[in-house]
């Protein structure tokens, strides 16, 4: 048999396995998609050029995930070594400004591991982008929301959450993972009191990491939350937990269980389509215990890579949309049109500008 013959049968074959298994969106498609959307999970990174404070440990700056990473943002080091890292931000400036659909972003600082005596150790750290950096660069950029990122050990933690909420701060991020921070450690108790103070509401990731080398996956546990919870922190879950197991359990469904006890609970969906936790979102959009309590985000920059391709969904999307999503150029457009193509609802859309106040 010829290999002309080989790839035609090969092409009729995938086109009748379509036709028999396609089931359309996962829920009804929402069109046309919504406008004036906040992202309100999205990243910047830096190598401390200008002056930023930034840092990146030698063997992340060492990886193949480098270079990796900076092209993912949009550029490379060479042009942050010469413009500093806060051409990052303008990047992502410049891309929401050209969005149809979002019209702003809030971009997280990443505070680096503390001691319990409450010292720097950045020998347990990989990226550190500092509060002062990102707080500072967004007051010139309306289109960017400040996320602050503060250590529960810091010796200075209460003081740098004021500054932070003094200086626009919309919500705090936490990634236990890496940072080291357990949060039902009773320690807590002080700093969850001054967020609540502060009316700052934590985002935090829950479920597994698997972005960095040094990681710490029983921190991701879903029912670490119920210290903050219980103490009426307002606590966004990252994700919707949607990696890894605790206990022999889906972290996602170990979530979605303590949705009924914590009204102060919400989670938002960046990452669901992404290749290796899609298999979730189909649960995340139907299930009634995430029903008011789901909201966007992308986990920028993301969105800029191969892992959220439109064309893992040949069997949820007809070929015109999918030609049409992988021809968007702006990747949060792209988002936006593929989320609300597959059934994520209006009010998810909606939710991220209504709890954040902005």
């Known amino acids: ?28 498609p929402v069109l046309p998609p919504p406008t004036g959307i906040i992202d309100m999970h999205c990243h910047t990174a830096g190598i401390g050029a200008g002056g930023s404070g930034a840092w990146i440990s030698d063997e992340l700056r060492e990886s193949w995930k480098f270079r990796l990473y900076l092209r993912v943002f949009g550029s490379d080091e060479k042009t942050v070594g010469a413009e500093g890292d806060e051409i990052l931000m303008d990047v992502i400036a410049q891309s929401i400004r050209e969005s149809v659909h979002v019209d702003g972003a809030v971009i997280l600082a990443m505070d680096a591991p503390y001691s319990r005596e409450g010292e720097l150790d950045r020998a347990a750290g990989e990226v550190f982008v500092p509060n002062r950096f990102v707080g500072e660069a967004l007051k010139s950029r309306p289109e960017l929301h400040f996320g602050a990122s503060v250590h529960p050990w810091r010796a200075d933690a209460l003081e740098e959450l004021s500054w932070s909420k003094e200086n626009g701060a919309v919500l705090v991020k936490w990634l236990p993972n890496i940072q080291g921070i357990d949060p039902s450690n009773e320690r807590h108790v002080p700093y969850y009191e001054k967020l609540i103070g502060l009316d700052l509401p934590l985002l935090t990731h829950v479920g597994d990491e698997d972005s960095f080398s040094k990681t710490n996956n029983a921190l991701g546990d879903p029912r670490l939350l119920k210290l903050p919870l219980d103490c009426g922190v307002r606590v966004i879950a990252a994700h919707v937990a949607s990696s890894g197991t605790s206990d022999g359990q889906d972290n996602v469904e170990r979530l979605l269980e303590m949705m009924p006890e914590y009204p102060n609970l919400v989670a938002d969906l960046s990452t669901l389509t992404q290749m290796n936790r899609r298999k979730h979102l189909r649960k995340v959009l139907s299930d009634r215990r995430l029903k008011g309590r789901l909201m966007y985000g992308t986990d920028y920059p993301l969105t800029n890579t191969p892992l959220v391709t439109p064309w893992q969904y040949p069997l949820n999307l007809r070929w015109r949309a999918l030609w049409q999503l992988a021809r968007t150029r702006n990747s949060w457009d792209r988002d936006v049109k593929l989320k609300a193509a597959l059934g994520v609802r209006p009010e998810v859309f909606v939710f991220s500008r209504e709890y954040l106040g902005l």
């Open 1 to 28: 048999m010829t290999p002309v013959l080989i790839i035609g049968g090969s092409i009729v074959g995938i086109l009748i396995l379509r036709l028999l298994f396609f089931r359309g969106p996962l829920q009804s």
